[in-house]
């Protein structure tokens, strides 16, 4: 199994909203990512996680919270949002402790603020 | 942290010709440099990578260099089709995470 599973697809979310992104891997990867894209832009980078610690938070703000259940799993729970966070969330994993290895990504969610 | 710059922006081909897409790394610790074709509202996809320890690697009809001493690579596609079209980022890990340029928008007409 060479996939990574991003739930939902697609979400409509309210600015006083509570919702969470959810994302799945079972290769073994042990460093896990949230990217936030842009329309016409590179894939940014917001946090990573490895061996479930968050080792990187590119001053994210507050209202984006991630977290690392196990490491299988890695959520993004969102609150309060603005429109301008409109965007395509991309979860991605790779192997850790190793030589740099690929990184798999969804399929995104594609995240609207009203 | 790493900084990568792409060129140019967009690149219009015809079928056939041979495209090039330059990449300019800042952090001499970068070790992987890979490169992503994302078709319009799917994910990236890797096509080709290469470490630090190769200057030059292919696949059919991709290949990738790598210049470590001046901190570039670029990605050469011969012979384009159609379907090549998308957009192309290029990207440098020092081992942490990846770090993309702005990307490059290739459109190959017929």
């Known amino acids: 199994d060479t996939e990574v599973t991003q739930t939902p697809k697609h979400l409509v979310m309210g600015m006083t909203n509570k919702k969470s992104l959810k994302c799945e891997q079972h290769?073994?990867?042990?460093?896990m990512y949230w990217y936030k894209q842009k329309a016409k832009k590179p894939p940014e980078l917001m946090f990573v996680?490895?061996?479930?610690?968050?080792?990187i938070n590119e001053s994210v703000p507050s209202r984006f919270s991630p977290e690392c259940p196990n490491s299988s799993l890695l959520n993004l729970h969102l609150h309060a949002l603005q429109p301008e966070d409109s965007a395509l969330y991309l979860c991605?994993?790779?192997?850790?402790?190793?030589?740099?290895?690929?990184?798999?990504f969804g399929q995104g969610t594609r995240l609207t603020v009203v | 942290g790493e900084n990568v710059e792409q060129h140019p922006s967009t690149l219009s081909v015809q079928e056939g010709d041979s495209a090039v897409i330059k990449c300019t790394y800042s952090?001499?610790?970068?070790?992987?440099f890979p490169w992503y074709k994302q078709e319009l509202g799917k994910r990236p996809q890797l096509i080709i990578d290469?470490?630090?320890?190769?200057g030059e690697k292919k696949d059919q009809r991709i290949a990738v260099t790598l210049n470590k001493t001046a901190k570039h690579f670029s990605l050469h596609i011969t012979e384009t089709q159609p379907e090549d079209s998308a957009v192309y980022f290029c990207?440098?890990?020092?081992?942490?995470?990846?770090?993309f340029g702005k990307g490059t928008t290739l459109s190959v007409s017929s």
């Open positions: 996680y490895s061996y479930e610690k968050l080792s």
């Open positions: 952090d001499s610790a970068s070790n992987y």
């Open positions: 290469i470490r630090s320890n190769v």
């Open positions: 991605a994993s790779s192997q850790e402790g190793q030589e740099n290895t690929e990184a798999f």
């Open positions: 290769m073994g990867h042990r460093a």
């Open positions: 990207a440098a890990s020092t081992g942490t995470a990846l770090i």
